[in-house]
């Protein structure tokens, strides 16, 4: 069945430092996207990076990347000498291809991040 | 500008009552969807559609109703039967059937029943 784990409720990480946010997923698709979202204190969702799973290599946005290994199932987030304005919540989501026709998203439960000064 | 438009921004009902909370978007998306958040948790999927006059029920689709028959709006019922309403709703859109693009969100509704 189509799953996303996030297993890292809250972390803090200190200004200008690098942080991974782990994501595990689960589906027997050959076909999907992996998605990374960022949740402000304010409620909107802000989209962050994607990888397909016939990348070959790993994403890149920006101070975002994508660490993306295919046979573990895994899609960390790394985010480069965070700043204080990412402090937010942070969701994985999966859309799997031939499945559903593409078009079910689903979400992890997300990860708190606080960067302290 | 293109977007997707929720309202009320904040509502309040009393408890019994049914609801609908509004979703606009102008973005000529064919698929739209209805997630649920509580405090500190993930979005879970209520609803979604591919195309108009067709939904799938999501994850916790129970005291739930929707209705698509326009390609622009998508609103989300809120029933009696819903044991506990109060959360926060976002309503996203996105292109169908393409694995490589990503949902588009509105502001979200939060709904406060008393």
């Known amino acids: 069945a189509q799953k996303i784990t996030q297993t890292q409720p809250g972390m803090f990480v200190q200004e200008k430092e690098a942080v991974t946010l782990d994501c595990t997923y689960d589906t027997s698709d050959q076909s999907y996207g992996l998605f990374w979202y960022k949740q402000p204190s304010s409620g909107e969702m802000i989209f962050l990076i994607y990888?397909?799973?016939?990348?070959?290599q790993n994403a890149t946005e920006g101070r975002y990347s994508l660490n993306f290994q295919k046979a573990r199932k895994s899609a960390n987030l790394v985010i480069s000498a965070s700043q204080l304005g990412d402090s937010a919540m942070y969701f994985c989501?999966?859309?799997?291809?031939?499945?559903?026709?593409?078009?079910?998203?689903?979400f992890g439960s997300g990860t708190r991040l606080s960067i302290r000064p | 500008d293109g977007g997707i438009t929720q309202s009320p921004k904040y509502l309040f009902r009393k408890e019994g009552q049914n609801v609908t909370l509004s979703c606009e978007q102008n973005l000529n998306h064919d698929a739209m969807y209805w997630y649920r958040q509580d405090p500190g948790q993930g979005l879970r999927l209520i609803y979604y559609s591919q195309i108009v006059n067709d939904f799938q029920k999501g994850d916790i689709a129970e005291g739930y109703s929707v209705s698509r028959e326009k390609k622009e709006s998508f609103p989300l019922t809120v029933t009696s039967a819903q044991k506990n309403p109060t959360a926060f709703y976002l309503c996203?859109?996105?292109?169908?059937?393409?694995?490589?693009?990503?949902?588009?969100f509105g502001q979200g509704t939060r709904l406060t029943v008393v």
């Open positions: 989501a999966m859309r799997e291809g031939l499945k559903s026709s593409a078009s079910k998203i689903i």
């Open positions: 996203a859109s996105s292109i169908a059937r393409q694995v490589n693009t990503e949902a588009f």
């Open positions: 990888q397909g799973s016939y990348d070959e």
